[in-house]
């Protein structure tokens, strides 16, 4: 879309805006990694920008500035070519001439090189750059004509990161994996408590009459839909009936439980204890269903088999930042059918952060106006500065947007159908400059003393995100938020049981420099704007004590903040855990002094949602390879990390160093009662761009599915370690080889263009020849090869066996679609 600015701005400009027409000249701009150096883990990446002037103007040597966004800064004087690299705000940055560059005649180009922190993949790339001049200061023209090139880590070597995952390592990850036959394979995923086979199969030529009471008709018509394909529109004589009933569930007390009867002749039967659990033994018979998918005429064999079955945890949860970089409507719809399939029942949605707004709060425009959008210039009063890429054009995709009020009712509505509870998040009080910055033209709702002269920086790099305590106006917008959410709730038929109250990365310094906050301590006597957490807290209590809600929030608002042996420490906070706050856990980073806090807050009796970014922040990049996207501050996430989580015995995930460990709480049994579920989270920095959310999601979600709704596995149980590894090597493979058999395949018939992450295949030389594995065994995914150093295609040959090893082999997976996953490569 062409800016509408353009006509105002002076032809220097124009010359240097790109699209701006085809007689105008325009600027390249090319990023590289050059190298790294690396000493003990830490160290520096070296970069360069080249600028090439492509047009018939010279530029100027002053006068401009490029900026762009990043996860990394530049380092300190590290700058060369006569040129500054400087901070704006969080991730965005910009680059300036300075004494020293003579301008860029037409035709030529400079290298500018810098130094930054070690850079992991291409989500740390800078990304949607931008020219601005100082004739327009408030006019930003993207710059089409940029690359960030790719970039390769050799393993091995002085200066480089000895820790990517080569084709040989992910060989040797891979060789613990058996193939096992398609009849071989657990029926039903996730595992159920139990199941039986009856002997037999029942023979379908037609569509099933579906029998249900009233209370079942939405069930009745799921079960219709995913079945109708597998029959023509006429049948082919009388068929058994598919029955559903609410009833008991012997053994089991879960609202969420069900049986599971196929017949060879009475047919099939499901009983759950509530509609949900009729939901759930559904999903159960649609994995009984051909991977495939229908044969023309064929009409349907399911074999005879009894399933008894209920969920571990009542809470089974999954996590969508959508404030960060938004995602629309239409993706939180294909989101929930994915979590529906595999038996998720709460989607928890991240709706505000710095970065954005994302909810219509009718009663308060200044959220949509301002909060939803981002753009140039970033001091702007009418929107939030570009992050994460999102350029300088305001309404951008992923930048700004924002879930009307209609559009929030129907994502309600779409999920209670489908069993799954929403969980809003209104992150306070850190985490709220897209609130604040929309809010201060207005002091009836202002969150921010005008005269705070407060000095913080955040985690993300913000000096002004977090909400002052001692305001009124700030708590009659937070009543204000809460009681309209609890209006689109209730309009939609769903009334909000849970939400969300945020609570984490408050930063240290906050409120120390406003003379509001000043006043209130002195008022009430305070001696600490420490206090102030529970000042505010308790306010927000009371708020939704009146509308029938309980507080929820990451786990510091569960902590307080004390000191022992002259160092800062989190301790339980046990006034609220007696008010019946939840608490979702996050930090277990090994060596970071909180790996047992979730048990330390159940013990105590908080009810606690396990989220540990060890295993289940699926954000976190799967390995260490530059080809990845995702962060690495916590480590890496893979499906194995995902799988390996045992929730109620974290020291099960051993750590390099398993010292860490050494004196931490385990959990007591009053301490599991107050487990309630596990969640994944997604935080949506890196995902700014089409088909990146299914990336980072799948194929985790399966660990996550896995992990909340079966039993531990016996290798889990096991104390023998010989034994435990055997039994793990075992459970491993049945786990890959229902994924990669049926699960993928399944969903690449079913949720068309679905862009999960293929995996790379491991390559070993041995003999002279290159053997190869894959992660995901089994029909749904075909290895082929080059030889010649070109990247493999749908038409080249296909892996049979050990391919010789001559010149550069190249290997990829293809899934049913044909769609290839990254490419694993040995030889020159």
């Not at 199969?201 to 597998?230: C, D, H, T």
């Not at 041995?766 to 990247?791: I, N, Q």
């Not at 990829?812 to 020159?828: D, L, Q």
Request: aromatic share 10%; with cysteine; hydrophobic share 40%.
């Amino acid at each position: 879309m062409r800016n509408p600015f353009l006509p105002a701005l002076p032809a220097l400009l124009l010359a240097f805006t790109p699209g701006a027409g085809a007689a105008q000249t325009s600027l390249q701009l090319r990023w590289e990694l050059v190298g790294d150096s690396v000493t003990n883990d830490w160290g520096a990446s070296r970069a360069t920008f080249t600028l090439t002037n492509r047009g018939t103007t010279p530029l100027p040597s002053s006068g401009w500035t490029i900026y762009y966004n990043a996860l990394h800064s530049a380092q300190p004087g590290s700058v060369g070519a006569g040129f500054v690299i400087e901070d704006v705000i969080a991730d965005l940055h910009r680059l300036a001439p300075a004494t020293g560059f003579a301008g860029l005649a037409p035709g030529a180009s400079i290298r500018i090189p810098y130094l930054t922190d070690l850079l992991l993949n291409r989500s740390f790339v800078p990304k949607g750059p931008y020219i601005v001049f100082d004739t327009a200061k408030d006019v930003g023209a993207t710059l089409n004509d940029y690359v960030a090139l790719p970039f390769e880590r050799p393993p091995q070597g002085a200066g480089h990161d000895p820790r990517v995952v080569t084709p040989e390592h992910q060989f040797t990850l891979d060789s613990i994996i058996r193939v096992i036959p398609a009849n071989e394979l657990p029926a039903v995923f996730p595992t159920p408590v139990e199941v039986t086979s009856t002997g037999g199969a029942l023979r379908l030529s037609a569509m099933p009459p579906v029998e249900e009471p009233e209370a079942l008709r939405n069930e009745a018509a799921f079960a219709a839909e995913y079945l109708r394909p597998y029959f023509g529109t006429k049948g082919k004589g009388a068929v058994p009936p598919l029955r559903l009933d609410v009833g008991a569930v012997a053994g089991q007390t879960s609202p969420e439980a069900y049986t599971l009867v196929v017949d060879p002749v009475q047919g099939i039967r499901i009983v759950g204890a509530s509609p949900a659990g009729v939901f759930y033994g559904l999903q159960s018979l649609r994995s009984l269903l051909p991977p495939a998918g229908p044969t023309p005429r064929a009409g349907l064999v399911l074999p005879a088999i009894r399933v008894v079955d209920a969920p571990r945890f009542e809470y089974r949860g999954f996590m969508l930042d959508v404030a960060r970089n938004f995602h629309s409507k239409a993706a939180a719809l294909r989101t929930l059918d994915l979590l529906a399939r595999y038996k998720i029942n709460v989607f928890h949605i991240h709706l505000t952060d710095d970065e954005g707004w994302r909810i219509e709060i009718p009663s308060l425009p200044e959220l949509t106006a301002v909060g939803t959008r981002r753009g140039h210039p970033p001091d702007s009063g009418r929107h939030l500065p570009p992050a994460f890429g999102s350029g300088p054009e305001v309404d951008r995709p992923f930048g700004s947007g924002v879930y009307a009020r209609a559009d929030y009712v129907e994502i309600l509505r779409y999920a209670a159908a489908r069993h799954i509870e929403v969980i809003p998040e209104i992150e306070m009080p850190g985490h709220a400059r897209a609130a604040i910055k929309a809010m201060q033209g207005n002091q009836s709702y202002r969150l921010d003393d005008p005269a705070d002269r407060s000095v913080y920086t955040s985690a993300q790099g913000y000096h002004d995100n977090v909400m002052n305590p001692a305001l009124e106006s700030t708590y009659r917008f937070i009543e204000r938020v809460i009681g309209d959410v609890v209006a689109m709730h209730r309009e939609a038929g769903v009334p909000l049981r849970h939400i969300h109250m945020g609570g984490d990365e408050v930063p240290n310094g906050v409120w120390a420099g406003s003379p509001a906050v000043q006043a209130y301590l002195k008022a009430h006597d305070l001696t600490s704007v420490d206090d102030l957490w529970f000042v505010f807290y308790g306010r927000v209590e009371q708020i939704l004590k009146a509308q029938g809600l309980v507080p929820s929030g990451w786990e510091e608002i569960a902590v307080r903040k004390t000191s022992r042996d002259g160092r800062r420490t989190n301790i339980p906070n046990p006034d609220f855990a007696a008010r019946g706050w939840r608490a979702y856990v996050w930090n277990n980073v090994p060596g970071g002094g909180a790996e047992d806090l979730a048990y330390r807050l159940a013990n105590g009796g908080y009810d606690v949602v396990l989220s540990p970014v060890s295993n289940l922040y699926f954000d976190l990049a799967w390995n260490e390879n530059p080809e990845e996207t995702g962060l690495d501050w916590g480590g890496y996430v893979d499906l194995r990390k995902s799988f390996q989580f045992i929730p109620l015995d974290y020291y099960r995930n051993v750590p390099a160093d398993p010292s860490v460990f050494v004196g931490k709480d385990r959990l007591t049994d009053y301490g599991r009662a107050h487990v309630v579920g596990i969640q994944g989270n997604l935080w949506s920095e890196t995902l700014g761009a089409e088909g990146r959310l299914e990336y980072m999601l799948l194929p985790k979600l399966f660990a996550l599915a896995e992990r909340a709704w079966a039993p531990d596995p016996d290798w889990a149980r096991e104390r023998d370690a010989a034994k435990a590894e055997s039994l793990y090597r075992e459970a491993w493979s049945r786990f890959v080889n229902v994924l990669g058999q049926r699960e993928l395949p399944r969903l690449d018939r079913e949720v068309p263009g679905l862009n999960y992450r293929i995996p790379t295949p491991g390559l070993k030389v041995e003999a002279g020849m290159v053997r190869c594995s894959l992660e995901l065994p089994g029909g749904g995914f075909t290895l082929r090869y080059t030889t010649d150093g070109s990247e493999p295609t749908v038409q080249s040959p296909e892996v049979r066996g050990p391919i010789p090893f001559r010149g550069t082999v190249r290997v990829a997976a293809f899934n049913t679609t044909g769609r290839k996953g990254y490419t694993a490569r040995v030889g020159s």
